[in-house]
């Protein structure tokens, strides 16, 4: 279970320019759910992913996951908890550009410290599972976009997260594309993976795939 309790994020703090990006938000995800938060930009869909994938921390409030309060804890636990648990998928992909796909895929292994070899075998096999197994040796900036976004979905299981976070992830995706990815996140509930999911496309929030749609806007969740 992921719990949220009167999550608050601000920016500016005591400045003309201050602005609320979230406002008390209250929320329970369980584990193996997937929801899309929907809402128009600036409505703090991104924000709240965030923060709850431990990449900042709010302004207020309190997380926890599976029990754990994960919003005070010092910046190398965060950090721990942030490699071993999440998986990230970025709307921009977020690859290295000049290494191959294996190496990008590989790369959030690192410091945990796990055998090479190992890590190796685990980016293969991912690779391979997700259609783009012959073009490890590449170098990711002459892929598609589509194998760009396979990439990015290797590099974000690499660590056998149990919660995927994925930023508007079907925005450079045409509709056959997006059509796949939907089939591979289907494939990671089946597994019992947790995914949540920013989205201002109709295709992923009305996908049978989806347990939950959650409508932000203005930083409150309104439905």
Known sequence: MIQLSAITKSFHTGKTNEFHALKGINLEVSLGEV??????????????????????????????????EITSLPE???A???????????????LIKGISVLENTMLPAYPLGG????????????LDKL?????????VEYLSGGEQQRVAIARALINAPSIII????????????????LEIFSGFRKEGKTILIASHDALVFE?????????????????
């Open 80 to 94: 721990r908890i942030r490699r071993e648990t999440f998986g990230f998928i970025f709307q921009n992909y977020n």
């Open 76 to 78: 190398r636990f965060a």
């Open 207 to 223: 996908s049978a795939v989806v347990d939950r749609v959650i409508a932000m806007r203005d930083g409150s969740v309104v439905k």
């Open 131 to 139: 259609g783009i197994g012959s073009k490890i040796q590449e170098h």
């Open 35 to 68: 929801i899309v938060f929907v809402g128009p930009s600036g409505s703090g869909k991104t924000t709240l992913l965030s923060i709850i994938g431990c990449m900042s921390r709010p302004t207020s409030g309190r997380i926890w996951i599976s029990g754990q």
């Open 115 to 126: 055998k090479y070899r190992l890590t190796k075998e685990r980016a293969i096999t991912l």
């Open 166 to 181: 994925a930023d508007e992830p079907t925005a450079h995706l045409d509709t056959r594309l997006a059509g796949q990815l």
